[in-house]
C-alpha cells in the first residue's frame, strides 16, 4: 500500500464547475499536508500548505485536512481552463511523500 | 537566483553509461530534496539533506545511486551504469528555513537512457 494514495483522473469539467481533488493517507505520523500544482514540462509549484486537521482558503482554492480519517481535499471554485494542471497532494514530517496526482481538464 | 536551478533541462545517456545531475538551490534553502518522477506517475522520494546532518538516503533505489551536497551549496545527483528504467524526470526542491513548509521545486532533468 502507498503512503499517499490519489485516484489518477484524468477529471474534465466544465468552465465555472466546483472540482474535488481527494487523497488519503496512511502514515498517522503526518503533520503537514500540501497542494502542488503541475504543468505539462514544468517543476510542481506550491499551492496550498495546510498543518494538522483543518480548512485552508485562499482565493478560490480551499485545501482540508481530517487526520481522523486521513483524508485530504482540495476545492477549486469557478474552475478556469488555465487550471488544467495535474494536482498533487503530498503529506509528511520531514520530508514529502507525494500521491500519483490528478490530471485535471477544465474545457470552455 | 530568483528559483532553483536543475542542469541539464536534459539528458540522453547511453545504458551503462554514469551520469551527473546538478541542483542549484536559492540561497537560504537549509534542506534540500531529490525526487524521481516517471513518466504519467507522483513524484518518488530519493534523497534529502538537512544542514550538516546524515543525509536521509531512504529512498535511493540501489547502490548506483548517489549525492552529496555540501554546506547549503549545490548538489549533484550520480546514477551510475545508468539502466533504462532510471529514464525519468529528476526533480530537486529546497526547503527555507523557518518557512510555512513549501519546497520549491526546480524544473527537473529529463534523464533517457537509451
Redesign the interface.
Known amino acids: 500500500q502507498k503512503e499517499v494514495e490519489q485516484d489518477p483522473g484524468p477529471l474534465s469539467v466544465p468552465e465555472g464547475a466546483i472540482v474535488s481533488l481527494n487523497c488519503t493517507y496512511s502514515n498517522s505520523a503526518f503533520q503537514y499536508f500540501m497542494w502542488y500544482r503541475q504543468y505539462s514540462r514544468k517543476g510542481p509549484e506550491l499551492l496550498m500548505y495546510t498543518y494538522s486537521s483543518g480548512n485552508k482558503e485562499d482565493g478560490r482554492f480551499t485545501a482540508q485536512v481530517d487526520k481522523s480519517s486521513k483524508y485530504i481535499s482540495l476545492f477549486i471554485r469557478d474552475s478556469q481552463p488555465s487550471d488544467s494542471a495535474t494536482y498533487l497532494c503530498a503529506g509528511g514530517y520531514n520530508k514529502l511523500i507525494f500521491g500519483a496526482g490528478t490530471r485535471l481538464a477544465v474545457h470552455p | 537566483g530568483a528559483g ?1 536551478s536543475q542542469s541539464p533541462s536534459n539528458k540522453v545517456t547511453e545504458k551503462g553509461k554514469d551520469v551527473e545531475l546538478r541542483c542549484d538551490p536559492i540561497s537560504g534553502h537549509t534542506a534540500l ?1 531529490w ?1 524521481r518522477q516517471r513518466l ?6 530519493l534523497i ?1 539533506f ?1 544542514g550538516n546532518s546524515a543525509p ?1 538516503k531512504s529512498g535511493l533505489p540501489s547502490d548506483r545511486f548517489s549525492a552529496e551536497r555540501t554546506g547549503e551549496s549545490v548538489s549533484t545527483l550520480t546514477i551510475q551504469r545508468t539502466q533504462q528504467e532510471d529514464s525519468a524526470v529528476y ?1 530537486c ?1 529546497g526547503l527555507q528555513r523557518r518557512a ?9 532533468t ?1 534523464l533517457t537512457v537509451v
Do not use: I, K, W
Open positions: 532553483v530534496y525526487y504519467g506517475q507522483g513524484l518518488e522520494f534529502y538537512q536521509d526533480l526542491a510555512n513548509y513549501g519546497y520549491t521545486f526546480g524544473s527537473g529529463r
